[in-house]
């Protein structure tokens, strides 16, 4: 038997469509590359540091435009795998019923 899955937080669950669409648009900018970025926006000089973050503000701007869009789809991407998951569940139950009652007639016609 497998493990439970662990349950997110919200926080946890806002990060990782946080950086499942600002990876899409500027990795730099995800939460696993923060350190990473940081270091390197240190060692810019003044001119390319103001270029990046300009830069950087950009992705936010279409990190900001693209994100109903892209929060629409995860809800209809997750409420199709619920209705499939329900769906599965509940044809296993009709034929777990169904293996019980064949059970329990020949049960019935061998006694």
């Known amino acids: 038997m497998s493990?439970?899955?662990q349950i997110k937080s919200q926080e946890e669950i806002q990060e990782w469509l946080f950086d499942d669409l600002m990876g899409q648009i500027e990795p730099d900018l995800v939460s696993?590359?923060?350190?990473?970025?940081?270091e390197m926006l240190e060692a810019?000089?003044?001119g390319e540091?103001?270029?990046k973050l300009a830069s950087y503000e950009e992705a936010f701007?279409?990190?900001?435009?693209?994100?109903p869009e892209y929060s629409q789809?995860?809800?209809a991407d997750l409420n199709a795998d619920a209705y499939q998951f329900q769906k599965m569940i509940?044809?296993?139950?009709?034929?777990?019923?169904?293996?019980?009652?064949?059970k329990l007639d020949s049960d019935i016609e061998n006694a």
């Not at 696993?32 to 940081?38: F, G, V, W, Y």
């Not at 701007?61 to 994100?67: H, I, M, V, Y």
């Open 90 to 102: 509940k044809e296993s139950d009709t034929e777990e019923m169904a293996n019980i009652e064949q």
């Open 49 to 51: 540091l103001k270029k």
């Open 61 to 67: 701007a279409e990190f900001t435009r693209r994100w």
């Open 32 to 38: 696993t590359n923060r350190e990473k970025t940081e």
């Open 73 to 75: 789809n995860v809800i």
């Open 3 to 5: 493990p439970a899955p």
């Open 44 to 46: 810019l000089p003044e």
